[in-house]
């Protein structure tokens, strides 16, 4: 058994050295910077989850608070960050990067790619599978059980999202709501408008994952050069009740602000109780309601709105 375990012992740290000598290579050749690793790990992160506090940060990435504050107010100096004071706690500030920290992250994100495509030139497409394979099953099995459990990332919409989007809203609202067919096809009509209208710089789609698994989503959508539409706000049923909702809600309307806009608009209907309570929370008000027969059932349809 001892020496089975020396054996194990022994060829895990053969492979760190093995790994760590590659990387040192590469990063010889590529990726050269005057930002640290630790200060590139910090904008990589600002970068995918897009608005972070300090101590999720600390958390997230193992960092002494103090240390993690040095480099955040460098970064404030650069003008690399910027830091909005919580909604919901006014004690904390949320960090996010600025136009100019998302570009020197996207450039350094583009090195590394290539630094990945030289590692890959002379590796066989079935070999460059059974790699990808074997570091994933390295990353699940070291990764804590805690992390996988309680860790959420928000992102940008990818191909395949949009109709996953579809699917669990009409398989959602059926299930609790009895709507029928006819719901998930005005929720694909008007998801296949906003693609193909699609502009960066006025509609945004966020995508909120529990480890690989999608739980969420949430849609801002230009009406006009002062007018944004909330759409498409979803979060699946056993992840309710724990802050998703209200953090979906808080990146959309931060996204409106940083574009200008000057009232956020969005319809409901009256029975989705949890979804009006954060509307009043974020400061929506009701400011119209119809009752209908929609989507196979009697409805009281709402319309809401907020001015920024």
């Known amino acids: 058994m001892l020496k089975k375990n020396l054996d194990r012992i022994g060829g895990i740290r053969s492979f760190n050295r093995f790994y760590t000598n590659l990387l040192g290579l590469l990063d010889s050749t590529l990726l ?16 995918r989850l897009s608005t972070l506090s300090a101590s999720e940060l ?15 107010s460098s970064f404030e100096q650069k003008k690399l960050i910027q830091k909005e004071q919580s909604r919901e706690d006014l004690r904390k500030y949320l960090i996010s990067l600025t136009s100019k920290g998302k570009q020197v992250i996207s450039d350094l994100q583009e090195k590394a790619n290539g630094q990945i495509k030289i590692l890959l030139t002379n590796i066989t497409d079935i070999d460059q599978i059974r790699l990808v394979t074997a570091m994933k099953t390295i990353e699940n099995i070291l990764k804590h059980e805690k992390e996988k459990s309680q860790f959420y990332s928000l992102r940008s919409h990818k191909s395949g999202d949009i109709g996953y989007i579809i699917y669990r809203h009409g ?5 609790e709501y009895q709507l029928d067919e006819t719901f998930e096809a005005y929720v694909a009509k008007y998801m296949a408008e906003f693609i193909e209208n699609y502009d960066i710089t006025k509609d945004h789609l966020w995508i909120v994952e529990k480890g690989t698994e999608i739980i969420g989503s949430i849609a801002i ?7 944004a539409q909330l759409r498409w706000l979803l979060v699946e049923p056993h992840e309710r009740n724990k802050g998703v909702g209200n953090k979906l809600i808080h990146e959309a309307l931060t996204f409106c602000k940083n574009r200008s806009y000057q009232k956020v608009v969005l319809g409901t209907f009256s029975d989705l109780i ?17 009752s209908h027969h929609i989507w196979g059932q009697d409805l009281t349809e709402e319309q809401w709105e907020l001015i920024l």
């Open 221 to 227: 959508v230009n009406v006009d050069e002062k007018v």
């Open 32 to 47: 050269k910077s005057s930002y640290s690793l630790t200060e590139v790990r910090i904008m990589f992160e600002l970068n």
């Open 58 to 72: 600390a958390n997230l990435l193992n960092l002494d608070p103090a240390y993690l504050s040095r480099i955040l």
């Open 274 to 290: 949890i979804a009006r309570k954060l509307y009043i929370k974020n400061g929506f008000r009701l400011v119209e309601s119809k």
């Open 171 to 175: 398989e959602v609202y059926a299930n």
